[in-house]
Structure formats: structure tokens, C-alpha cells
């Protein structure tokens, strides 16, 4: 079992950076995939990044590819979502998650912990 922490989330405008965090706890954490998504208002949950245990390997959404990147901290139990370029279709409630497989990681439903979410919003 791996609880999540996230944090970073805020308001910013268009163009603008955030960074957003998770700390993780738990002992099996370089070995879990983890995963950021993100849930706007009306919408289904939706993938947006992806690392791999060691961190050698990284999945992205088409909509982010170029703006966003993970990264992870295995000795600090930690993975990051670095966001530049954002943009008022970013706005979403942000959330991380981990998995014990990378198979159809890109899928909310193959990821067995979350946290609680944090507020990211774009302003035009």
C-alpha cells in the first residue's frame, strides 16, 4: 500500500510554470509506475504523464508533450510534474498515481493509489 501527498497546485496565468509534487510513502515506491492525472470540471479523469520504477522511462499525453515533465526521487520517495507553457485547457484538479504495472498505464483503472488531488487553475 503507497498513500500520496500531492502539492503545488495553484492559480497562474496563461504561459505561466507551476510544479506540482508527490510524496509517497511506503516501502515498495521504486518499484510502482507512477502516474499524473488530471479531472476537469464534467469530465472523466484523463492520463497525463507517466515514469517508470527506476525512472529511465516516461509516457505524456499528446496535449502535453513539450510542456510537462516527470521526474522522480526514489530516495526522497517523491515524483514531480513540472508544467511550463500552461494553458486555460490545463485548469483541473490535478492528481497522482501509482501502479504495480506499467501495463495500460495510460488507463485510471490499473493504478491502485491516489491522492487526494490539488487545484490547478490557467487563467487566460
Known amino acids: 500500500q503507497v498513500q500520496l501527498v500531492e502539492s503545488g497546485g495553484g492559480l497562474v496565468q496563461a504561459g505561466g510554470s507551476l510544479r506540482l509534487s508527490c510524496a509517497a510513502s511506503g516501502r515498495t515506491f521504486s518499484s510502482n509506475v507512477m502516474g499524473w492525472f488530471r479531472q476537469a470540471p464534467g469530465l472523466e479523469r484523463e492520463f497525463v504523464a507517466a515514469i517508470s520504477g527506476s525512472g529511465g522511462r516516461t509516457w505524456y499525453t499528446d496535449s502535453v508533450q513539450g510542456r510537462f515533465t516527470i521526474t522522480r526521487d526514489n530516495a526522497k520517495n517523491t515524483v514531480d510534474l513540472q508544467m511550463n507553457s500552461l494553458k486555460p485547457e490545463d485548469t483541473a484538479v490535478y492528481y497522482c498515481?501509482?501502479?504495480?504495472?506499467?501495463?495500460?498505464?495510460?488507463?485510471?483503472?490499473?493504478?491502485?493509489?491516489w491522492g487526494q488531488g490539488t487545484q490547478v487553475t490557467v487563467s487566460s
Open positions: 498515481a501509482a501502479s504495480n504495472s506499467a501495463f495500460g498505464l495510460r488507463s485510471p483503472g490499473r493504478y491502485d493509489n
